[in-house]
């Protein structure tokens, strides 16, 4: 369909569903108290009532999201978030791309990093942190992973120490999983 | 918009979290890892986490089209494919008759069988290759909305477990 989205963007999406989104009205129990945890304010959309068809696994996902992503101390927020963009783009998924790089820039309050990754990915001129950061995550983003000893040494040379690598690991892999629902169950396209 | 819970979201609430004990510890031998304790002990809850999405994952109450026994062979099938041996055996050890779909080489017996398993190994190995066809594709074979919600979920979950362990090996040695 030509009003899908393939190049990666800071322009967050709107998202198409492929399949029919769960009606909110006729959920089980179960199901409304997934919706309830992924969406407190009530503000289901579409991936989210998708993801209540299988809602045990959505009410494991999401506060595995925000332990991993908003967990307090160890490693900053902005390097989080550049994992979870290293490991859209490893995985095609443009929606979640667009959607943390937003929080990319508004956390370092500028849109240098996400214009150079987004322009020439694993070629981006970026400092020794953020390079060995988006690095690793690419790589342990491979299937099969091919992150390897260079890149956890590349990791120490710039500072992070193992409680770092393991957010870094955790926000990678976090990124493996939700890439995959949320390319795989729907489009992104224009916001209307 | 998707599925990205807000900045600054709170934490909701969860099922009672099992003591700092998780399965990719064990496979990946970073919890013996001398040296390495005290940094997964200030993880342990999203360690615990992970370990309650993979008993959710792999054995929900209301496993729909996907019997424990065939998502076990499943989630060994996604590890084998990422050379994940040591976490596939974990995940076959309770697969009973459904073994063999563990093993890449196998391509399934059936029309919905065989369509879950090409679905999955690309859902694996090539995501971004993925478009609406790889969906369509179930649903010619008969396979419900709810049930490819919840095969594209196993490979997602899986996909996610063996980053985690292979991470955490990558980790274990390292350490001086």
């Not at chain 2, 424990?68 to 050890?93: G, I, K, P």
Request: glycine share 8%; aromatic share 6%.
């Amino acid at each position: 369909m030509s009003d899908v989205i393939r190049k990666f963007t800071k322009v967050i999406p709107a998202w198409r569903a492929r399949l029919a989104p769960g009606d909110t009205s006729a959920m089980t129990p179960v199901q409304a108290r997934a919706l309830s945890i992924a969406a407190p304010l009530g503000q289901a959309d579409d991936l989210l009532r998708l993801l209540a068809h299988d809602p045990e696994t959505l009410s494991a996902h999401t506060p595995l999201f925000h332990g991993i992503m908003y967990g307090a101390a160890g490693l900053d927020r902005a390097a989080r978030e550049l994992a979870a963009i290293g490991a859209s783009m490893e995985n095609g998924c443009v929606f979640c791309a667009a959607t943390h790089a937003d929080r990319h820039i508004r956390l370092v309050n500028d849109t240098r990093v996400v214009d150079e990754v987004f322009r020439f990915g694993a070629d981006a001129d970026l400092g020794p942190r953020d390079r060995a950061v988006f690095d690793f995550a690419r790589h342990l983003s491979d299937a099969p992973p091919r992150a390897d000893r260079e890149d956890v040494e590349n990791l120490r040379g710039v500072g992070l120490n193992d409680t770092d690598i393991l957010d870094l690991v955790l926000s990678t892999a976090l990124f493996a999983w939700t890439n995959r629902f949320t390319h795989m169950l729907g489009d992104p396209v224009r916001a209307p | 918009m998707g599925y990205c819970p807000p900045l600054h979201a709170e934490v909701g609430p969860v099922r009672a979290v099992p003591p700092g004990w998780s399965r990719v510890l064990e496979v990946s031998g970073a919890g013996t890892a001398p040296g390495l304790a005290p940094t997964l002990a200030t993880r342990a809850r999203v360690l615990a986490l992970s370990q309650l999405a993979e008993d959710a994952v792999l054995r929900p109450a209301d496993p729909g089209g996907w019997c424990h026994e065939t998502r076990a062979a499943l989630a060994a099938r996604v590890a084998r494919l990422n050379h994940e041996d040591a976490l596939a055996n974990h995940h076959l050890a309770r697969a009973g008759a459904y073994s063999a779909l563990g093993n890449p080489a196998h391509v399934g017996q059936g029309a919905r069988i065989r369509a879950a398993l090409a679905f999955l190994d690309v859902l694996s190995q090539d995501p971004r290759d993925m478009d609406g066809n790889d969906v369509s594709r179930l649903h010619h074979v008969g396979i419900s909305d709810a049930d490819i919600v919840r095969l594209a979920d196993l490979g997602a979950f899986l996909s996610f477990q063996v980053r985690l362990v292979a991470g955490l090996r990558l980790l274990a040695e390292a350490q001086p």
